[in-house]
């Protein structure tokens, strides 16, 4: 997937400016696709350049731009859609330093993995406010599947931290 997908997706739902889409990137598939700010805007740039987005200048605005996808864009984005290809790109720091770590090093590990779950369960109230913010309706089914799958997800890992805390404070 790339950066021009996801920015043609997500102004499908709505138009934005590049702050406003940049921050409701961060805020719904930020946590399981990250993209920069900076990239952001230079990629709504190449999308301007190729027809798939126009800017519609806001009246009373200084200098604010809104971003809609165009009839291109909508087309672009459901090629993409329709293409069967997709990758799953996972990395995790922290479980590549517990999977090479020795028991000299599991005090270090116990502060990070201490915080991640609670960063988790922090993110999983934010998941469960967010589903019960948004109705469950046909129009929002795509969203509330990704949302389940966040929540479901989080209750794993926060279930396998848990866990895994105990076993190191156990061996300590």
């Known amino acids: 997937m790339s950066t021009k997908h996801a920015l043609l997706g997500l102004l499908n739902i709505k138009k934005m400016s590049g702050y406003d889409l940049a921050k409701f990137a961060k805020e719904s598939i930020g946590y399981f696709w990250n993209e920069s700010y900076s990239n952001v805007h230079r990629t709504l ?4 350049q190729d027809k798939l987005i126009k800017k ?6 200084r200098n604010k731009i ?9 087309q672009e ?15 995790d720091e922290l ?12 005090p270090a590990l116990l502060v990070d993995l201490k915080t991640l779950l609670q960063e988790l369960e922090n993110q999983q109230e934010i998941y469960l406010v967010m589903q019960k913010s948004i109705p469950n309706i046909k129009k929002k089914l795509s969203f509330n599947l990704v ?4 929540i479901i997800q989080n209750e794993i890992t926060i279930k396998w931290l848990k866990k895994t805390i105990k076993k190191i404070e156990e061996n300590l």
């Not at 984005?77 to 990395?91: A, D, E, G, P, V």
């Open 45 to 48: 740039n190449l999308l301007a």
């Open 56 to 61: 519609i200048p806001e009246p009373g605005a």
């Open 66 to 74: 809104i971003f809609e996808i165009t009839a291109e864009g909508k």
């Open 77 to 91: 984005l459901s090629k993409w859609l329709s293409n069967h290809q997709y990758t799953i790109i996972y990395r």
């Open 95 to 106: 479980l590549l330093k517990l999977f090479v770590s020795n028991e000299q090093d599991y």
């Open 147 to 150: 949302l389940d799958y966040g």
